[in-house]
């Protein structure tokens, strides 16, 4: 059942908070010993929030909803391990930000999810935690870094979630598990009470089953905070009554560049989907983005440095508690020339003008979110075309561009290759979150990816009824 | 073009900011570097410090 089905079902009094909550933890000790979706699991705290939001007054527009989170964001009294054994042992004491904006919507956290240790990889195979297993073909990875999140929304073991983004972690896992996930402007949400990775890029967003579910939990989540100073002070809307006028007339962009690079069998799936828009009255025209193979790049040379920073502290003192990969990406920002960060700020600052001419000329961009199904757990290649490549260089150029330039981005399902889920990436500029979610809204209304299931999901997985 | 620098020279500029990475750490550093060096300096000459955007 999709987040919205479910928050109608309660605010129609069909099924109880704590119903809901049950059903959800039910399957979460039925299934999840199979995925590793979660780290944490607040069964009790959450069934007694649940109690509590059937004696409160107030009904937001989440009540009674259960969600999980990314295991960065804070929940007061529940460890935040980010998937660390550094910060295996944290309990912070304040929720985040954003969690207290689900909780005046209403919302239930039932648990902590599994990620890429301190958000900083796409993989999700922690050496702390133990790798995050695709729901569609569990020997393979979800995506990273919020890989629990794709697991749990794919395999039905939560209603929605909210996950964070510095260069692909919501948008690589949404792709990879099929499901439906939105990066948010930069700025639109507040990272207040979030492991950082790189502030200059690092958002928080939804992952749930669909587009509408995604505007439902954005609704919640942003708002201006003006203890987050990369917090934007932008209205904050009704997204998920902005979705129903179509794209007739809409000028989508296809970044034709990263369709040819990617695996031929996802470039079909991509090009079909890019008819569907077509055929739903979209008008569709070739863009090329001119600093788009030179994007990661311009990210690298910012988001290095400030992730160093960021882990400074832990890097001089608990060196060696950090899995080897995230040691080594971190380490490279110390040795950086220092005039690198300014020529990526250069290069952010002509990167972002160049996407704001595009969309003078268009209102979206299409792209595939990934030129690769998900490889499996333990693989660092993949191939595109009988070439082989690095994962983690693949992925830069379909993610880094849209990140560097804070645009808002939705991840949408639009196809099946072998079995494994393929992502649309739908780019608007910025604060365009209502036209980015429109088309992706329009899109599942005409088409039925996002309802596919994998075997374990199905409703009787885990003996569990659905509510 | 700037070579990738040593795991000594890494070394010293590791232990100046108080942290002490192993020999396998600098390896795993250096791959990095060696991508990442040659594609900085094309940005350096892609968008200079004069460029007329800024």
Not at chain 1, 128 to 135: I, K, L, M, T
Not at chain 1, 137 to 144: L, S, V
Not at chain 1, 309 to 325: F, N, V
């Amino acid at each position: 059942m999709s987040l919205a089905r479910l928050a109608g079902a309660l605010g129609a009094g069909d099924l109880s908070p704590r119903e809901a909550v049950e059903h959800y933890l039910r399957r979460i000790e039925a299934i999840d010993g199979e995925l590793n979706a979660y780290i944490t699991v607040r069964a009790d705290e959450a069934l007694a929030e649940a109690d509590a939001l059937e004696r409160a007054h107030v009904r937001g527009p989440l009540w009674g909803v259960p969600v999980a989170l990314k295991d960065v964001i804070d929940v007061a009294g529940t460890p935040t391990t980010a998937g660390s054994r550094i910060l295996a042992d944290y309990v912070p004491k304040q929720d985040a930000h954003v969690v207290v904006r689900l909780r005046q919507a209403g919302a239930i956290v039932v648990g902590k999810l599994n990620l890429h240790e301190f958000a900083y990889g796409a993989l999700t195979t922690s050496p702390h935690f133990g790798p995050a297993h695709n729901p569609w073909a569990p020997e393979r990875i979800c995506g990273g870094s919020s890989g629990g999140n794709g697991a749990a929304i794919a395999a039905d073991l939560v209603a929605g979630s909210v996950g964070t983004d510095t260069a692909g972690s919501i948008r690589i896992p949404s792709s990879h598990c099929g499901v439906t996930g939105l990066r948010p402007s930069t700025g639109l949400v507040s990272n207040r009470g979030v492991v950082a990775v790189s502030p200059s890029f690092d958002a928080v967003g939804p992952i749930a089953r669909t587009a509408m579910d995604c505007a439902l939990l954005l609704a919640a989540l942003a708002g201006h905070d003006p203890g987050d100073p990369t917090s934007v002070d932008a209205p904050v809307l009704p997204y998920g009554e902005l979705l129903g006028e179509g794209i007739r007339g809409l000028r989508v962009g296809m970044v034709t560049s990263l369709v040819d690079a990617a695996d031929p069998q996802v470039a079909g799936s991509i090009e079909t989907a890019l008819g569907e828009l077509r055929s739903l009255g979209a008008e569709l025209v070739p863009v090329t983005v001119p600093l788009l193979e030179h994007a990661g790049t311009i990210q690298q040379a910012m988001q290095f440095q400030e992730a160093a920073d960021a882990h400074m502290e832990w890097l001089r003192t608990r060196l060696s508690d950090y899995g080897a990969d995230v040691r080594a990406r971190l380490l490279v920002g110390l040795f950086l020339p220092p005039d690198v960060y300014e020529s990526g700020r250069r290069g952010r600052a002509r990167a972002c003008e160049e996407l704001r001419v595009i969309f003078e000329r268009v209102d979206l961009l299409a792209a595939p979110t990934m030129p690769v199904l998900p490889p499996r757990i333990g693989t660092e290649t993949v191939e595109i075309g009988g070439r082989e490549t690095l994962y983690r260089l693949a992925l830069i150029p379909y993610n880094s561009p849209w990140s560097l330039a804070g645009l808002p981005v939705a991840s949408v399902p639009c196809g099946f290759v072998e079995g494994l889920p393929v992502g649309l990436a739908l780019v608007g500029p910025r604060l365009g979150e209502p036209t980015v979610l429109r088309a992706a809204h329009a899109f599942q209304q005409a088409t039925d990816w996002h309802e596919r299931r994998p075997a374990l999901a199905t409703p009787d997985a885990g003996r569990a009824a659905p509510p | 073009m700037a070579a990738t620098p040593s795991p000594a020279e890494l070394r010293e500029i590791a232990e100046k900011q108080g942290v002490f990475p192993t020999d396998e750490d600098l390896e795993a550093v250096r791959a990095f570097l060696a991508i990442l060096l040659p594609a900085f300096e094309e940005l350096e000459r892609l968008v200079p410090p004069t460029a007329p955007h800024e």
